[in-house]
């Protein structure tokens, strides 16, 4: 299955911390910004064209030195948390 963020977030720095914060009609769905690591950054920016499981998987295995099993439990997590906070088409 193919992941993608809806419409209407821009990534911000602030503070030295990355946030995506919800613009135009987003702003009524989900209410706050959405803290992102470094590595959830990545994700995110993967997300924003659609990718599956095992792509951002492997753009974690690409960018971090950690085991395939251990990308796609992180990747898995990353997903069911943008789902719940509903920034997923």
């Not at 193919?2 to 702003?27: C, D, L």
């Not at 959405?34 to 998987?57: F, H, M, P, Q, T």
């Not at 971090?64 to 997923?88: C, H, M, P, R």
């Amino acid at each position: 299955m193919t992941y993608k963020i809806k419409s209407g977030f821009i990534i911000r720095e602030i503070g030295g911390n990355v946030m995506a914060v919800p613009t135009g009609t987003q702003t009524s769905e989900i209410h706050g910004m959405i803290a992102l690591s470094e590595s959830g950054a990545l994700l995110w920016k993967e997300l924003e064209n659609g990718a599956d499981i095992n792509a951002l998987a492997k753009a974690l295995t690409d960018n971090y030195e950690i085991d395939d099993a251990t990308a796609l439990a992180d990747a898995e997590k990353f997903v069911d948390s943008l789902k719940e906070q509903g920034a997923l088409v």
